[in-house]
């Protein structure tokens, strides 16, 4: 259905024009976060800009949103003397807003690999209920981000993009190292 | 422009909401929390004493108010239980308190937390934003059930009594007694507690 929608809005690409871009992400915690939360995340999306710098350079945004949960089993957790048995539901929701810049390797043929770094901030929200009481942990991370991916010139106007992208939340008072995996599908236009 | 922005919107609304899934069932909110001194040499006592009734929390007994107490069959499914834990322990039951080396108190409580909802006519028209003049408020409440277990020693080493073990346990009331839930959770709490084994 979103994908629909994508089609549906897709305008135009162009090799040397700025364009947009909509996705959606699936993605897997790592580190602390993959320990928190193991399983996947099937609810996310990705909006990016990218500016035309050179036929091999374009820099632009991401702004995504990943929503991570799990419903841990009934389980007992242990600090000092003090124990602790329950279901827990944990909640996860990741927002990294970066500045990017992509290197196309490619440039000449329809399907055009690049690489991508980025940096910027990323909000993280975590939530753990337990009983009828939430415990929050927030926290805005210095964040950065690498990629790798894909972009396919379906014709002149449009294309497919698929991108791998690793983003790191660096450790603040609140919260450790936040860290994912997201694997993200989407179109692209040109602007 | 607008074309776009309405898109983006109905990306996030299928998304889904921040905290997807949650809990279902009564049981689901359940938890047990136990605590004890780790100073206390468990393993060197044997000998414990209870009460055959369970106190039931209401009122202010320092005020001079009778003492309320758990309801037969359940007061008898509960002690039942605590003490088939206790045995599996190593621990041996006596009937007077003085010559026990721990006393286990249970006491249970319940908590009712009511909402009121009287001002969300007031959005669309002030005349109502009167509060609670204006009619009867929208009321929702649960409440929660919690039993309490505590080992209390009063030995040599001790010049009052004194709290060696603590077990909470607490969960969302359905309205019906479950005794499942109730047994589930007292075995809980000695099983997370396997320092209470006696030699």
Known sequence: MIFGFLLMTAKSYGQQDSYMSVQYSVSFGTGDMGDYISKTSWRGMLIEYRGYVSSKIFVGMDAGWNVFYENKDYDTYTQGTESLSGIQYRYQNQVPLLATLDYLIVTDKALKPYVGLGIGTMYSERSTDMNLYRYELNSWQFALKGEVGLLYEINYSSAVKLAVKYYNGFKTNSLGNQGYVSVNLGMAWSL | ?199
């Open chain 2, 1 to 199: 422009m607008k074309k776009k922005f309405i898109f983006y919107l109905s990306i996030i609304i299928l998304l889904g909401s921040c905290h997807p899934g949650g809990i279902e069932y009564y049981e689901d909110t359940d938890v047990v929390y136990t605590n004890y001194d780790d100073s206390f040499d468990f393993q060197s006592k044997g000998v414990y004493a209870i009460p055959d009734k369970i106190v039931k929390l209401e009122g202010d007994l320092l005020e001079g108010e009778e003492p309320a107490f758990v309801k037969e069959p359940y007061n008898t499914q509960m002690l039942n239980q605590i003490k088939s834990n206790m045995t599996a322990l190593g621990w041996t039951k006596t009937e007077d308190p003085a010559d026990a080396d721990l006393v286990m108190f249970p006491a249970v409580w319940t908590n009712t937390t009511l909402y009121y909802y009287y001002d969300y006519w007031c959005w669309y028209y002030y005349y109502y934003c009167g509060g609670w003049g204006w009619g009867y408020p929208s009321v929702s409440s649960y409440t929660t059930g919690t039993l309490l277990m505590t080992l209390v020693a009063d030995g040599d080493e001790y010049i009052d009594p004194t709290r060696v073990w603590t077990a909470n346990i607490n969960g969302l009331l359905s309205g019906a007694y479950n005794s499942s839930r109730v047994t589930k959770s007292i075995d809980q709490a000695f099983t997370q507690s396997p320092y209470l084994k006696t030699n």
